[in-house]
């Protein structure tokens, strides 16, 4: 069944970084964006940027421009997020998300969502 | 950056009853508008997209309707299983995609 798993739950202190892993299985990976949003705790969700698993490219929103990195592995089918220089307010759960439409058509919704992974930020 | 503004931001309501959640966006969005469902400690689940559409799997009692930049998700009859978070999406002009500040729904 088409699925996303991501890697497990990290601790950091302020000013490292964090490299978090989703892999999918099920469908033609580099077919559809892949997205990935945070849900600080109690809050809401917000979304960070999204890659092109066909080619690579990437768009980032503003806030995180400059901290946030996000690549791909075709020969694994996996996506990864890094963002550096974390601080308190980056605690977070932080999931990928499949873009629902192929990446030939107009933008869309997020189909499928990987089981989050828990980032803690603490000195 | 178009914002996404939900209403209300929770609400309490029974077994049975009818729930309505509006999603307000500062522009028009054409109907590219996403409903999600979350439960604590889960991931969000998609519901509905295009406004209307009902995904794969999800039951009949959840509904979407709107246009222009008012739009609505209705539970036709709040099932235990319902109580919950839900999220509002724009996909119309992005990036960046945006989210509503979401609507919890309680017992009442």
């Known amino acids: 069944q088409v699925q996303l798993v991501q890697s497990g739950a990290e601790v950091k202190k302020p000013g490292a970084s964090v490299k978090v892993s989703c892999k999918a299985s099920?469908?033609?990976?580099?077919?559809?964006?892949m997205h990935w949003v945070r849900q600080a705790p109690g809050q809401g969700l917000e979304w960070m940027g999204i890659?092109?698993?066909?080619?690579?490219?990437?768009s980032y929103a503003q806030k995180f421009q400059g901290r946030v990195t996000m690549t791909r592995d075709t020969s694994t089918s996996t996506v990864y997020m890094e963002l550096s220089s974390l601080r308190s307010e980056d605690t977070a759960v932080y999931y990928c998300?499949?873009?629902?439409?192929?990446?030939?058509?107009?933008?869309?919704?997020?189909?499928?969502w990987g089981q989050g992974t828990m980032v803690t930020v603490s000195s | 950056d178009i914002q996404m503004t939900q209403s209300p931001s929770s609400l309490s309501a029974s077994v049975g009853d009818r729930v309505t959640i509006t999603c307000r966006a500062s522009?028009?969005?054409?109907?590219?508008l996403a409903w999600y469902q979350q439960k604590p400690g889960k991931a969000p689940k998609l519901l509905l997209y295009?406004?209307?559409r009902l995904e794969s799997g999800v039951p009949s009692r959840f509904s979407g309707s709107g246009s222009g930049t008012d739009y609505t998700l209705t539970i036709s009859s709040l099932q235990p299983e319902d109580f919950a978070t839900y999220y509002c999406?724009?996909?119309?002009?992005?990036?960046?995609?945006?989210f509503g500040q979401g609507t919890k729904v309680e017992i009442k």
């Open positions: 099920g469908y033609t990976f580099t077919s559809y964006y």
């Open positions: 998300a499949r873009e629902m439409g192929t990446i030939v058509g107009d933008d869309d919704a997020f189909d499928i």
């Open positions: 522009q028009g969005i054409s109907n590219s």
């Open positions: 999406q724009q996909y119309y002009s992005t990036p960046p995609w945006t």
């Open positions: 295009a406004a209307s």
């Open positions: 890659i092109n698993p066909s080619g690579g490219s990437t």
